[in-house]
C-alpha cells in the first residue's frame, strides 16, 4: 500500500479561502489524532513498567482516553478551519474579479474598510475557553450582527431616499438588503465558530478545573459543597419568606384588634396556616384525605361487586362487616302488622294503655 502525502500546510496564519482553510483543518485533524495515537500507545506501557498489571490496565485506559480527546479536537480543528476559509472566500472572490474594489466592512459605504464578513465578536472572546463561554460570544455577535443589519434594512432606503428620490430609495433598498445578508452570515459564522472553539478547549478546561482543585475527589467534593450551599440558601429563603407572611399577618390582627379580643382564635389558626409552610401543609393534609377517600371508595365498590358475583373474598373486611341499614317494610305489611302490648290503642276518642304483662 502506497501511502499518499499530505502535503503541509501554514496552520498558524489565517485562510485565505474555503480551500485553504480545509487543508489546514485536515492538518490538525491528523496531528491530533496522532498525539492521541501516542499516548494510547505509550501510557500502557508508563503504567506496566510503574505499577504492573494494574497500570497496564489504568495506562489502556488513559490511552484510550487521549486518543478520544483528540479525534474530538481534531474534528473541532477541521470544522473551525473550514469556517474560517468560509469567512475569507467572498473577499478572494471579489479581489479575483475586481481588482481596485472598495473594500468596506461589509460591503456597506460608512462601516469603515475590513472583510465582506467581518466578525462582530471581539478579540478578547475570539478563544473561549469552553463551551459555555463560546455559546455566549458567538451569541453575542449574531445579536450585533441582526441588530446592524436590520438597522440597515430600515434605514438605507429612507437615505437614498432624501438623496436621489425614487432612484435613490431602489438603491439605499439594494444597501440594506447587502448589508443584512453579509451582517446575518456573518453573525451566524461568529456563533457556529465560537461553539467549535468552546467545545474544543472544554477537555483543557476540565482538566485545569481537577488539577485545581486537587484532583477528581476534590473537584466532586466542591461540587457537593457548592449544590449543598445552594439548596442551604433556598431553604432560608423559603422559611425567611415563611415566617415574614406569618409575623405580617400577626401584625394586622393586631390593628384590628390591638386588646387581641373579638377574633384572636381565629386570626391565630389563619396565621399558622399562612404562608409557604402553611399552605404546604394544607396540600398535603388534602392530598392525604383525597388518597384516603379514593381508596375507600374502590375497596367498596370491589365489595359490592364480588357480592353481586358470588365471590367469597373480600377486600375490605371493614366494608363487610359493617352492619347493613334494615331494608323498609311495605306500607301493607306495616298495616297488617299486630301492635305490641306497650303500643298505645285507640277507642273512640280517648286514647287508653293496656297495663303491661
Known sequence: MIPIPIPRVDTEKKPEHVGVGLMQGFTKFGDQVGEGAKKLWHKPQEGLQSEGKLGAVK?????LLGLTIGVGKGACDLVGSTLDGVRATPD???????????RNKHGVEGEGEGELLESYVEEDDKEPAHLGKGL????TGLGRALSS????????????AKEGGALGFAKGLGFGA???GTKAASGTLDL?????????????????????????????ANLQRGVTTTFSAVRTSVTNMAKGEAAGSTEDALEEDPKGKGKGKEDGSSSSS???AGAAANLQRGMSGGFSALRSSVSNAASSFQAFTGEGHVLNPEAATAPQPAAEQPAAELETAPQSSSA??????????????
Open 149 to 160: 443589519g436590520l438597522t440597515d434594512l430600515a434605514m438605507k432606503p429612507v437615505e437614498g
Open 344 to 357: 298505645p290503642q285507640f277507642k273512640g276518642d280517648a286514647m287508653q294503655k293496656q297495663p303491661d304483662c
Open 59 to 63: 495506562g489502556v485506559g488513559e490511552g
Open 136 to 139: 455566549v460570544s458567538g451569541a
Open 178 to 180: 447587502l448589508g443584512f
Open 92 to 102: 478572494a472572490v471579489a479581489d479575483a474579479t475586481m481588482k481596485d474594489r472598495a
Open 274 to 276: 399562612g404562608g409557604v
Open 192 to 220: 457556529a465558530t465560537n461553539l467549535v472553539k468552546g467545545a474544543r478547549n472544554t477537555p483543557d478546561a476540565i482538566g485545569r478545573a481537577v488539577e485545581e482543585n486537587g484532583g477528581v475527589a476534590g473537584t466532586a
